[in-house]
């Protein structure tokens, strides 16, 4: 179990209470998670019965009144068969059974209790709710089981929780100014862009005004590649399947990317065999059936490009550029804005080069990034070398050496803070990654 801070055991704990007050005015509630986030914490509720702004008021009262009754934080083991039993008395078998099941055997089985409360859960908590001191139920969003679209959507209430009241009201009227600077109403006042149904949900359509903003930004960026020898490509907002099984877009990240675009011929020859869609999708999977997707990176693309001619490493470094637009399949319930969108364009490049020019190379984009965000009123105070093993099926394990990890940061600014880790994961492409840290 993850060692929490202080104020994560707090926010974890106020979970419990909202969850706790919920149960009081709606017992037919049906529970499903209340983790503490770095904001704050939520719990998701499966309730016919539709959460409104009046119900947070409500229940925010409702927590006041138990962290007034000084409710204990209990922690009690037990079997995974009298935990099955617990669930079930205490009515919440719905999503609870399921969490249940994926406690790995031969971990500990947990619950906490608090007041008439009771929830399967690791830990920690604070040792009772009169240590609460400043909590506060923000929001209302839909949320679907498990993440997935296919599950039930539940009600998911968000709040937050600071060690003193004092570090809350500073956080609310934080949030009250960047809600004035928020860029949706901004986008909208200023005209610089526009979401239309018609057009689709998380594709924007840039205004003129956005239109000139874009364009100088694109402008800035292309001038400071060109100093750092950068060459610009374009590539096709669309390649072959086969382009991406290869790299491993597909199909092991599918699930965030447009469905693949079958050839009408193809299509038709299926169809008259009496072809499901069941057996389609099997026969792409295993690459029985071509077709072409959505570019989700343009990695692969410029990867072809240096593939196009000979190369000798007299001629490394070679760096491609581009303003590439890519696609994702972020679920409705994601999208936000311009901040999670389904196209968007992003400054790309990819540097092929030896194992000797790593650490130069290396030093020579984060001078890069340091123009860029230092000219939009941002400072970089620190790096971290994530040497994350990559576990997916497709990807072999490269353990970078300690001669690697020299080249990539023996040069890097004295001023700067680095730090190496090291962990394994499953969702990056690649097996390393650069974090910059930075504030205003």
């Known amino acids: 179990m993850k060692q929490m801070t202080p104020l994560e055991e707090l926010r974890h704990s106020c979970a419990h209470v909202l969850a706790t007050a919920v149960l009081r005015h709606f017992p037919e509630a049906q529970l499903d998670i ?56 205490f009515g919440q078998e719905r999503y609870k059974l399921g969490r249940l099941e994926d406690i790995p055997e031969g971990e500990a089985i947990s619950f906490y209790t608090n007041g008439e409360f009771l929830d399967l859960c690791a830990g920690s908590h ?24 296919k599950n039930k959507q539940l009600q998911r209430i968000y709040g937050t929780a600071f060690l003193t009241p004092a570090e809350l009201d500073a956080y609310l009227k934080q949030q009250e100014e960047a809600a004035k600077r928020d860029h949706r109403k901004l986008g909208r006042e200023l005209k610089l862009f526009h979401i239309d149904d018609a057009v689709g949900q998380g594709l924007i359509l840039w205004l003129p005004n956005g239109a000139i903003v874009r364009q100088a930004l694109q402008d800035f960026i292309s001038e400071e590649l060109r100093k750092q020898g950068y060459s610009s490509v374009f590539t096709p907002h669309i390649g072959k399947l086969g382009l991406y099984r290869t790299s491993g877009h597909f199909p092991y990240y599918r699930d965030s990317q447009f469905p693949p675009i079958v050839e009408k011929e193809t299509l038709h020859k299926l169809s008259d065999e009496g072809c499901a869609c069941s057996e389609l999708t099997n026969l792409l999977d295993k690459g029985d059936v ?72 290396v030093e020579n984009c984060l001078a890069l990034v340091k123009v860029v965000l230092n000219t ?21 394990e490269i353990r970078p050496t300690g001669t690697r990890r020299r080249r990539l940061v023996g040069k890097r600014p004295k001023p700067w803070v680095c730090r190496i880790r090291k962990r394994r994961v499953r969702r990056l492409f690649m097996g390393r990654r650069l974090i910059l840290w930075s504030r205003t």
């Not at 939009?376 to 072999?396: S, V, Y």
Request: charged residues 30%; proline residues 5%; hydrophobic residues 30%.
């Open 34 to 89: 209340g983790p503490p986030t770095d904001q704050g914490f939520y719990y998701d509720f499966d309730l016919e019965h539709r959460f409104t702004a009046e119900d947070l008021q409500t229940l925010e009262k409702e927590m006041r009144r138990i962290v007034a009754e000084n409710q204990v934080f209990n922690r009690v083991e037990c079997s995974r068969e009298e935990a099955v039993e617990r669930l079930k008395k």
């Open 126 to 149: 604070v040792e009772s709710t009169s240590k609460i001191k400043a909590v506060k139920l923000l929001s209302i969003a839909g949320a679907y089981h498990r993440g997935n679209e």
């Open 290 to 361: 071509d077709g072409f997707m959505l570019k989700p990176m343009n990695c692969p693309h410029h990867i072809k490009i240096f593939d196009s001619e000979p190369r000798s490493y007299r001629d490394l470094p070679v760096r491609l550029a581009e303003f590439g637009t890519v696609y994702r399949w972020e679920q409705s319930g994601e999208l936000g804005g311009m901040t999670r969108v389904r196209g968007f364009t992003q400054d790309d490049a990819h540097i092929f080069c030896t194992e000797e020019q790593v650490g130069t190379e």
């Open 376 to 396: 939009w009123g941002f400072m970089i105070i620190g790096f971290e070398l994530d040497c994350g093993t990559r576990t997916q099926p497709n990807t072999p």
